[in-house]
């Protein structure tokens, strides 16, 4: 049963935290439209002025073994207020030696009561290419039929799914990635969504890039790949999501979107100048999903997108999985408060 205004419907006097482990939230289904809905509406809300996303806070020590971030946000189509944690241990070693934890904390800002704590690691391996998806849909050249997805990791998996989402003509898809196993995780998502569909996967990632009207770098750091300015054909969009573009890809475009520009300032720093200086971000993604600021204005700009999460979209697709899954019953109901 589900508030027409909240989603999920609590007792009154429960004030019981409903922990949703990863086990928990891997058993919901949901469609790719379904969350692509959900982080646009996310994004509406915030552009109209009813949501809160204040700056993520930062903390990393002096020898950079680990990175920590806490964001506190507010639904205001939702009334829900949350805050995500997210916590990387091991950066200087590999992807399988490192340890990441994230979590997200949902309280009902109607009735004043939690309403669940998750873990957040398939909400974000939801959202990203979803926004990634939504950036393409909004910002990609008129007539766009190629795409070229940098990386086969948690984002990249989804990233051609979701891609196709939203721009369902793309008739070229193409993949750059060095992990055999990662590349086949890639073609097993493409075809448990799109059976008729299969990825062509390129060895040179910069004559691939000269080909394809979108890029999305969904790359680990140690990626070869480092798509340059010149790599990039005239309309082309390129999409930063982890690594695999050169810092040229941003400083040279055409345009440049951020959903957060102050984010970019934070979480880019490896695409700063010689001095740590960005170029001026011409518009956040936020108002131009809204209609009130200007993506692209013609078709053969170059268009630079920096996708960092901001924590409304956690927020909406994390509520959007509660009311799914207490739905279902799923969970363990903790008397923290007791």
Known sequence: MTSPTTGPCIPADDTTLRLLSTSDLAGIDISL?????????????????????PRKLTVKPSDGHSVSYAMLGRDGSRDVVAV????????????????????LT?????????????????IGSLRTPAVSALLARELAAPGARGALVI????????ALPFLLT?????????????????????RAQLRAHFPDRDVEVVTDARAAAAEADIVVATAGAHTPAAIE???????????????????????????????SEAQMKVTGTDMADA?????????????????TATGRTTPDQRIFAYNSGLVVTDIALGHRFAQLAIEQGLGTQVPLWR
């Open 33 to 53: 439209a379904d969350v692509v809905d959900t982080v646009e509406g996310a994004y509406r809300t915030l552009a109209a002025g009813l949501s809160d996303n």
């Open 84 to 103: 995500k944690t997210s916590y990387k241990h091991g950066l200087h070693k590999g992807r399988e030696e490192q340890h990441y934890y994230t979590a």
């Open 106 to 122: 949902l309280y009902d800002d109607v009735t004043g009561l939690p309403v669940a704590m998750m873990d957040c690691g398939r």
């Open 151 to 158: 990386g086969t990791g948690t984002q990249g998996r989804l």
């Open 166 to 186: 939203t721009l369902p003509d793309l008739d070229r898809l193409m993949l750059f990635g060095t992990h055999a196993e990662g590349i086949e995780a890639v």
């Open 229 to 259: 300015a010149d790599d990039l054909k005239p309309g082309a969009l390129s999409i930063l999501v982890g690594h695999g573009l050169a810092p040229s890809a941003l400083h040279r475009a055409d345009r440049v979107v951020a959903t």
């Open 275 to 291: 001095d740590g200086n960005f170029p001026a971000v011409d518009a956040e993604f936020p108002p131009v999903l809204a209609g």
